[in-house]
């Protein structure tokens, strides 16, 4: 079946460690997205990339960094300088134009220790 | 710019009743308009969408109707139960842009 995997489902990190949040797809998407979720909050896109080798920055790409160098894979790194980074992430990804919506992962809960 | 508004909630009903969640939007031209559901602990799933306006999308016994003349794109269902229970998200897609609610949720007491 297609679909996207993000792992891993629980991740724990201490203060001042970079980690990075997996995400995949096998649905020969294009674009791919990630979003953070917050506690009873919306969504709040962080990067986006519609072509491998290519991605914008969200509305709160501080902190975060990423890369396109496969069409399937869109890691997100979590770096020391996110000043509150525990929370839910999403990847989620949608062929172009993406009128159809957007198919999501199962989500990566990341927590500072 | 493109926006979507949702009515807040949490909203709480009991097994069976008539559930309607208010969805608004403000946006130039013709978007793609779309519910979406998220169990707990789970990533989103679609569960509605409509490409153009008077379009009904409908799934599991959900209904939402694009309504042009009012902006509006309000989810509802004529029996809800207990495995409803979620956090509902309104959207639009505008070009490329990709706008959510805040979300709402449904908590179903049997």
């Known amino acids: 079946d297609g679909g996207i995997t993000q792992s891993p489902k629980y991740l724990f990190r201490k203060e001042g460690q970079n980690v990075t949040l997996s995400c995949e797809q096998n649905?020969?998407?294009?674009?791919m997205y990630w979003y953070r979720q917050d506690p009873g909050q919306g969504l709040r896109l962080i990067y986006y990339?519609?072509?491998?080798?290519?991605?914008q920055k969200g509305d709160i790409a501080e902190g975060y960094s990423v890369s396109r160098e496969k069409k399937e894979s869109f890691p997100l790194t979590v770096t020391s300088a996110q000043k509150n980074p525990t929370a839910f992430y999403l990847c989620?990804?949608?062929?172009?134009?993406?009128?159809?919506?957007?198919?999501f992962g199962s989500g990566t809960r990341l927590t500072v220790v | 710019g493109d926006s979507v508004t949702q009515m807040e909630g949490p909203v709480t009903l009991s097994e069976e009743a008539f559930l309607t969640i208010n969805c608004t939007y403000t946006?130039?031209?013709?978007?793609?308009l779309f519910w979406y559901v998220q169990y707990p602990g789970e990533g989103l799933q679609l569960l509605l969408k409509?490409?153009?306006?008077?379009d009904k999308g409908s799934n599991k016994g959900f209904e939402a109707t694009y309504r042009k003349e009012t902006t509006s794109f309000h989810l509802e269902k004529g029996s809800v139960q207990v495995s409803d229970s979620a956090v509902y998200f309104c959207?639009?897609?505008?070009?490329?842009?990709?706008?959510f609610g805040t979300g709402t949720s449904l908590t179903v007491i049997p």
């Open positions: 989620a990804s949608s062929i172009v134009p993406s009128n159809y919506g957007y198919t």
């Open positions: 649905l020969n998407h294009d674009a």
């Open positions: 990339s519609q072509i491998v080798n290519d991605f």
């Open positions: 946006a130039t031209g013709y978007p793609s």
């Open positions: 409509a490409t153009k306006a008077d």
């Open positions: 959207a639009l897609i505008n070009g490329n842009q990709f706008y």
